[in-house]
């Protein structure tokens, strides 16, 4: 289908001379705990069920996570801990994913990054963060008559996310809406051919809040139940 053409093509993007340096750097020099793995070292692609009604979108992949497997949030401590609340919510047919072919299925649920390279210290620039965003707005174009709901991860991904849905045909208002953990906004349609779309934010699953407990178990789940809830 249309979304296995656009990872297709996104694979292959070069747009970013620093990122396609480090997530090819970092796949070179593999950690030692992965030495004798292949490392993706490419764009990530967005992953799940292309009728999804739900999408989670998180920050970048991470250097030994999904720049690893090519999968987003696989193989490492921030996947695990989404792609397990995603499963106790009913959006994920296991808890755990580890690689590309772990048997992983989403339910109506799409997850993708606001950035497809591993950026350095997990950072992307302004620039890269704006040259990236064409890969997000095709993306959402092609969910977009089913989509009801976004979840984002962390304050990076809930501005890029505004922007790309405000470009994509729904109405953001003015001043955005403000990110925190459990902030909620229904983004109403400029057009017939969009529904009307609830965003809720959620601090990121990266290890620094799941690890100090900024962000629980629970808290998450409450924020994909809330986005799957009529
Ligand atoms: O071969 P396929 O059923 O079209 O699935 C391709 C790919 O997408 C596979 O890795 C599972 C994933 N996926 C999913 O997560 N949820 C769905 O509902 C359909 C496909
Ligand atoms: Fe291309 Fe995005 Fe990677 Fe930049 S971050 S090289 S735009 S896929």
């Not at 292959?12 to 070179?28: D, T």
Request: aromatic share 6%.
């Amino acid at each position: 289908g249309a979304l296995a053409e656009l990872a297709e093509q996104v694979s292959g993007c070069r747009a970013c001379p620093r990122l396609v340096a480090w997530r090819e750097e970092v796949a070179r020099t593999r950690r030692a705990s992965y030495a004798t793995q292949e490392y993706w070292g490419r764009p990530v692609p967005g992953f799940g069920d292309p009728e999804a009604e739900l999408l989670v979108l998180g920050l970048a992949p991470a250097a030994h996570g999904a720049n690893r497997t090519g999968r987003v949030f696989t193989g490492d401590r921030s996947g695990d801990f989404l792609f397990a609340a995603m499963h106790r919510v009913g959006l994920a047919n296991q808890a755990h994913s580890e690689s590309v072919d772990d048997g992983l299925r989403l339910h109506r649920t799409w997850v993708s990054a606001s950035v497809r390279c591993a950026p350095p210290a997990n950072r992307p620039t302004p620039q890269e963060r704006d040259t990236c965003a064409p890969w997000l707005d095709r993306e959402i174009d092609l969910l977009a008559p089913l989509l009801r709901s976004v979840v984002v991860l962390g304050g990076f991904g809930w501005g890029v996310g505004m922007t790309a849905l405000a470009r994509a045909g729904w109405v953001v208002p003015a001043p955005k809406p403000v990110f925190g953990h459990g902030a909620e906004v229904v983004l109403q349609p400029r057009g017939p051919s969009r529904r009307p779309l609830r965003v809720l934010g959620s601090y990121h699953v990266s290890q620094q809040n799941t690890f100090t407990g900024r962000l629980t178990p629970a808290m998450l789940d409450d924020v994909l139940r809330r986005a799957v809830e009529d």
